[in-house]
């Protein structure tokens, strides 16, 4: 979805030239359902319309491509004015977004009529297929979004499991051993993990599944957090590798002292990675 996202940033100015062109002279008579179907007809990517009066109250049920909705009738529309800008005169247009209404990323035109306002939600992605920006395989993209819909959870799943041993772990292990560092670091080792596995679960559930906006600086920032997880994970498993070490042979400490190396390479290739990625 991000791609699309991007796509639609590069062609903004001819996206909304095509929106507005097409319905500049467009008039719109919501009760007649032989216009509102025509409407449909005459833009595959519109999924959703309705009226609203001069104070944003929504006038119109919300008319979709199969189905009437009454009951958002009354509703207040106002909250859409953050989210639109002025495209030209009379005509307003927002930026891809969530809706709430129908689940998918769609952008809204607001296109004023007298004195109410004429409300589309269009697609993106099937508006990008008609202006021949993007090729569409509709059944393809939605395999694609379950599977990385079940990847997501299932990482959480094991996220959730993972925190369940830490604790048991640490239940168990305290009758035997007692109050010691290797029975306090392990369930730390394993939460820590944990917690990268969720960071790493949450953004593919956020940018494939469910849509956050992402720019390349954020895109970046995400693999230096899951990254700093890992290596405060490593970190943890080399300080207890010493202790360990310590107390029972000094022999052996060339081993921690390996660990040790390759969590500084880590982190220095994490550095390099970082300042490269801003350089760009």
Same mark, same amino acid.
């Given at each position: 979805m991000k791609n699309f996202i991007k796509i639609y940033t590069d062609n903004k100015t001819q996206i909304e030239s095509f929106l507005i062109n097409t319905l500049r002279d467009y008039k719109l008579n919501y009760e007649d359902k @032989?216009?509102?179907?025509?409407?449909?007809?005459?833009?595959?990517?519109?999924?959703?319309?309705?009226?609203?009066?001069?104070? *944003?109250?929504?006038?119109?049920?919300?008319? *979709?491509? &199969?189905?009437?909705?009454?009951? @958002?009738?009354?509703?207040?529309? &106002?909250?859409?004015?953050?989210?639109?800008?002025?495209?030209?005169?009379?005509? *307003?247009? +927002?930026?891809?977004?969530? +809706? %709430?209404?129908?689940?998918?990323?769609?952008?809204?035109?607001?296109?004023?009529?007298?004195?109410? *306002?004429? #409300?589309?939600? #269009? %697609?993106?992605?099937?508006?990008?297929?008609?202006?021949?920006?993007?090729?569409?395989?509709?059944? #393809?993209?939605?395999? %694609?979004r379950d599977i990385y819909k079940l990847i997501g959870f299932s990482l959480v799943f094991f996220t959730l499991l993972s925190m369940v041993y830490a604790f048991y772990s640490f239940v168990t292990h305290l009758p035997k051993e007692g109050f010691t560092i290797n029975t306090l670091f392990k369930p730390i080792v394993t939460i820590t993990l944990a917690l990268a596995i969720f960071d790493l679960a949450k953004t593919i559930l956020e940018r494939e599944v469910f849509f956050k906006s992402y720019g390349d600086g954020e895109h970046s920032m995400i693999l230096t957090k899951f990254s700093i997880a890992i290596i405060v994970a490593l970190s943890i498993e080399a300080l207890m590798v010493v202790f360990k070490i310590t107390l029972h042979d000094y022999t052996q400490m060339i081993h921690a002292l390996y660990l040790i190396l390759g969590v500084g390479i880590v982190i220095v290739s994490l550095g390099i990675y970082t300042f490269l990625s801003g350089k760009r």
């Open positions: @032989a216009q509102c179907n025509e409407a449909f007809k005459r833009l595959p990517s519109l999924e959703l319309l309705y009226v609203t009066d001069k104070t *944003y109250k929504q006038i119109s049920p919300n008319i *979709y491509r &199969k189905e009437v909705d009454p009951q @958002a009738a009354g509703k207040t529309r &106002k909250y859409l004015l953050e989210k639109l800008h002025k495209s030209a005169d009379d005509f *307003y247009i +927002s930026d891809p977004y969530l +809706s %709430t209404t129908t689940g998918n990323i769609c952008i809204t035109l607001s296109k004023k009529d007298n004195d109410r *306002y004429i #409300f589309m939600d #269009f %697609t993106l992605d099937k508006l990008l297929g008609r202006l021949g920006l993007i090729e569409l395989h509709p059944e #393809f993209n939605r395999f %694609t």
